[in-house]
């Protein structure tokens, strides 16, 4: 005797074939031969032979319906298709039904990639019965997210950025993709001085970055949002300016330097000390030269130049001279009546001297006077003696031996996104000064 499914008209042929599905689900393979082959594929017939899409396995059809036999239905299977076609010479109606209850239920395990600089791409397809309602936190791109786990590793955050429905008769079918909130792409652009840009743009999230910020804005990517930011780093990816004592560059040039003319002051005393003599002689006149020098370039948030910008890189200070060599000569004779006198004063710009200061006297001889000479010219005579001196300042140090800044400048960079105005300081030091020379390369 054959045996029915859900109708009277419908007869099984052999055994139906069942599969197992993922995540507890099955699929139910049914083939049945009709009552009346030769008119009940008529449209007017197909309710004999055609459940409706979604209905149930242990549903009896509408017409000479039947219940099924104790333990033959399995639990929520619905109906997914169903066709006829001629095999073997019998008119074969195929029904497959597959477990859709009133929850989702995941197809199968999650589909994962680690595209998109490595990070995480979660795929996760779920199903259930017709009409069922997708879970509020199911739906809402770049809000919801998963804590998605491989093993026994630290779980992963992924936010949602995507999700699509497959809605038929049978079942809607819900796909839903994850994407792991991180980097996305960092991009580096060398600029001039030791300084490069770096452009990161994070998904979801805004990670750590690192230097001033100078831009930062959103868009979107695969639905999730994305923050692009942009900030400034020295060559070696520290912060740009956060302390402004580290120099983010360095480069040798020659730089313009003026070695100071020497001039020397000296005395003379002859015919036993009874005549004096001034000499001033400008032994070295000033030099243009060029001298070895490295730039520092650092960047600051202070605009104001330091003291310590004068001594970086222990040099001496600022070689910038505002006071040079000069001589005050004086004479006067120690006979009150006669009252010899002689006073001159000499600058010399752009001049330094070695020579101390002194002061001394001649005596006047039993028919002979005391004498000053200034440059080789007598100026007075006395009949007791002469008081002489010379007071010199010496100007500006010998520069040779030692290292100098040249120049420290100031100029506005960048701001960044809160306003904070980033300085270029860059501070020119020679090297030690080389000691003057003769010859057409000077001092190299």
Not at 40 to 60: H, Q, V
Not at 93 to 109: E, I, R, S
Not at 128 to 147: F, M, N, S
Not at 274 to 300: G, M, W, Y
Request: contains cysteine; proline residues 3%.
């Amino acid at each position: 005797m054959a045996i029915s499914h859900r109708t009277n008209r419908l007869k099984l042929v052999g055994t139906p074939a069942v599969e197992q599905l993922q995540n507890g689900r099955y699929q139910l393979t049914v083939n049945c031969t009709t009552m009346n082959s030769r008119e009940d594929w008529y449209s007017s017939n197909k309710a004999r032979i055609f459940p409706d899409f979604g209905s149930l396995e242990s549903a009896e059809m509408s017409i000479d319906g039947l219940a099924p036999r104790t333990g033959e239905a399995y639990t929520d299977m619905r109906l997914v298709s169903v066709e006829s076609s001629t095999q073997g010479g019998l008119y074969i109606v195929t029904l497959v039904y597959q477990t859709l209850g009133a929850t989702f239920v995941q197809v199968k395990d999650d589909t994962i990639d680690l595209e998109l600089n490595g990070l995480r791409r979660v795929t996760r397809t779920s199903i259930a019965q017709a009409g069922t309602d997708i879970p509020d936190d199911d739906k809402d791109v770049g809000v919801d997210y998963i804590d998605h786990q491989i093993d026994a590793e630290t779980a992963v955050r992924c936010f949602l950025a995507s999700y699509k429905v497959d809605d038929t008769d049978s079942y809607r079918e819900f796909e839903r993709t994850y994407i792991q909130a991180g980097t996305l792409s960092v991009a580096t652009k060398n600029l001039s001085e030791g300084v490069k840009q770096v452009t990161t743009v994070f998904l979801v999230t805004e990670g750590t970055t690192v230097g001033p910020v100078t831009s930062r804005s959103t868009n979107n990517f695969q639905g999730l949002k994305t923050i692009t930011v942009t900030t400034m780093q020295d060559k070696d990816g520290n912060p740009l300016g956060t302390a402004g004592t580290t120099p983010v560059h360095s480069f040798e040039v020659f730089s313009n330097f003026t070695y100071p003319g020497l001039f020397e002051v000296t005395k003379e005393k002859i015919a036993n000390g009874r005549i004096a003599n001034i000499a001033i002689e400008l032994t070295k006149s000033p030099a243009q030269s060029k001298v070895r020098s490295t730039v520092f370039v650092f960047f600051t948030t202070t605009s104001t130049i330091e003291s310590s910008d004068y001594t970086y890189e222990s040099a001496s200070g600022l070689w910038s001279p505002n006071d040079w060599g000069s001589v005050s000569i004086g004479a006067a004779g120690e006979n009150i009546i006669q009252k010899g006198q002689f006073n001159t004063s000499k600058a010399f710009r752009g001049y330094r001297s070695s020579t101390n200061s002194f002061s001394d006297d001649v005596d006047a001889t039993f028919g002979s006077q005391a004498v000053f000479r200034f440059q080789g010219s007598q100026k007075f005579t006395d009949s007791n003696g002469i008081d002489f001196s010379a007071t010199i300042n010496n100007g500006p140090r010998d520069p040779v031996g030692l290292k100098w800044v040249l120049d420290v400048k100031i100029t506005s960079a960048f701001d960044d996104v809160d306003g904070t105005t980033y300085y270029k300081k860059t501070i020119i030091v020679t090297e030690a000064i080389p000691a003057q020379a003769s010859g057409v390369g000077g001092p190299y």
